[in-house]
């Protein structure tokens, strides 16, 4: 109620949309998925949230079936580093994303993430306690540049494109229930490895997308304010 109130004493100025930035019709809709580049983004995002999720919802789980692990103690401190190094990775990721081209630092923290979760399900004991937090920090920059590159690869209805791959979020739903029916039938580490196929999905995003616009870059000593070195070696102010 507080956040209402306080919202709504705001003088918040009013946003007009730009017709390419509005909802649409359903004839924008259809024309959209009848694109195949935004069904394959589309599942760019149901991939990732369901990867996002399938971790998160069963870590604990997974610590406490194959290592003993306690699900209220070292197991919620997995769970709890996992998104708490999600955050920080997304700091990261806003830096590299001003350094890099977005397709590569996918193609990173996507690689980063297949290591991750490989060490997380194989690894002993120990390993898997630093390994499933740190799939947090890798899986952190996909959504954003996974939504960029889509609409950065399409020219025009960026408004509805928006709403279609913001409905990808049904893959938190749908892919922890396979994870816990797969994991009934073939056991929770063979229903965990799943979440390869989706990130060798994203991975391939990162490969094939083509966007109209990149993500435009600076070197570093730009990012972190420096100017050209004089030749004496002084910093010029």
Known sequence: MLFVVGTTALHIPRLDLKEDERAGTAAVYRELLRDRHVRLFFLGIVAYVGTEQSLANWMSQFLSTYHGVSPTLEGAHAVGAF??????GCVFGLLLLKLLDSKF???MFCTGAIVCVALALFG???IALFAFPMTGFCLSVMFSVVFSLALNSTPRHH???SGILCTGILGGALFPLLVGLLGDWLGLRAAMSTVFLSLAYVLGIGIWADPIIRNDTVSLAKLLGWSKVSRAGERPT
Do not use: I, K, Q, T
């Open 124 to 126: 002993a004991r120990e």
């Open 105 to 107: 630092v996918l193609g």
């Open 159 to 161: 408004g509805a494109l």
């Open 83 to 88: 998104w708490g190094l999600m955050s920080l």
